[in-house]
T-cell receptor
Framework: KNQVEQSPQSLIILEGKNCTLQCNYTVSPFSNLRWYKQDTGRGPVSLTIMTFSENTKSNGRYTATLDADTKQSSLHITASQLSDSASYICVVSPGALAGNNRKLIWGLGTSLAVNP | DTEVTQTPKHLVMGMTNKKSLKCEQHMGHRAMYWYKQKAKKPPELMFVYSYEKLSINESVPSRFSPECPNSSLLNLHLHALQPEDSALYLC??????????????FGPGTRLTVL
């Protein structure tokens, strides 16, 4: 069964600190993996998209890594800011061989709170 | 213009009302999507429009009726909703169809409450 699991479920850090969020997936075949940031009551905003051939991708203070062999990804946030408080969602796209059922597979997200 | 807009931001309606949610994008995207999101859950795909034609309906009840008047607009008509339909309704668009490959840009959502 195609699944995306994220950990931790929630995280509290102090402003200025770094943190790393984890994503494990069992989606096969695999096309790409995305990280979204979603503020409460708002739409998700894309942070990174990585295909199987990409190991790392950065977007400002956000750096995502992908290990397609172990089916793991991480999102590292550097020098956190209060505005980083949000839910971070890992989303996996099945590959072409998945046929018609190529819906995005969403994780449940990690809820991050950055405190002053 | 690189955003997806949605109106209204908030909507409260009774179970006998008829209302519509609106979504607009001017990025030249040819695929548009409706999602429903409950609290602390990921978005659930409802409908996909590809080149202004309905291509995917994820077995959504008929009290939800989508419409794509042109390539920039997407509506969701609501009628006889139930309280359990209360949720955040998200619109998204992507350059071309093929959900698996194309980055989706989401609107801010409409918070719907059904009394």
């Amino acid at each position: 069964k195609n699944q995306v699991e994220q950990s931790p479920q929630s995280l509290i850090i102090l402003e200025g600190k770094n943190c790393t969020l984890q994503c494990n997936y069992t989606v096969s075949p695999f096309s790409n993996l995305r990280w979204y940031k979603q503020d409460t009551g708002r739409g998700p905003v894309s942070l990174t998209i990585m295909t199987f051939s990409e190991n790392t991708k950065s977007n400002g203070r956000y750096t995502a890594t992908l290990d397609a062999d172990t089916k793991q990804s991480s999102l590292h946030i550097t020098a956190s800011q209060l505005s980083d408080s949000a839910s971070y969602i890992c989303v996996v796209s099945p590959g072409a061989l998945a046929g018609n059922n190529r819906k995005l597979i969403w994780g449940l997200g990690t809820s991050l709170a950055v405190n002053p | 213009d690189t955003e997806v807009t949605q109106t209204p931001k908030h909507l409260v309606m009774g179970m006998t009302n008829k209302k519509s949610l609106k979504c607009e994008q001017h990025m030249g995207h040819r695929a548009m999507y409706w999602y429903k999101q409950k609290a602390k859950k990921p978005p659930e795909l409802m409908f996909v429009y590809s080149y202004e034609k309905l291509s995917i309906n994820e077995s959504v009840p008929s009290r939800f009726s989508p419409e794509c008047p042109n390539s920039s607009l997407l509506n969701l008509h609501l009628h006889a909703l139930q309280p359990e339909d209360s949720a955040l309704y998200l619109c998204a668009s992507s350059l071309s169809p093929g959900q698996a490959y194309n980055e989706q840009f989401f609107g801010p959502g409409t918070r719907l409450t059904v009394l």
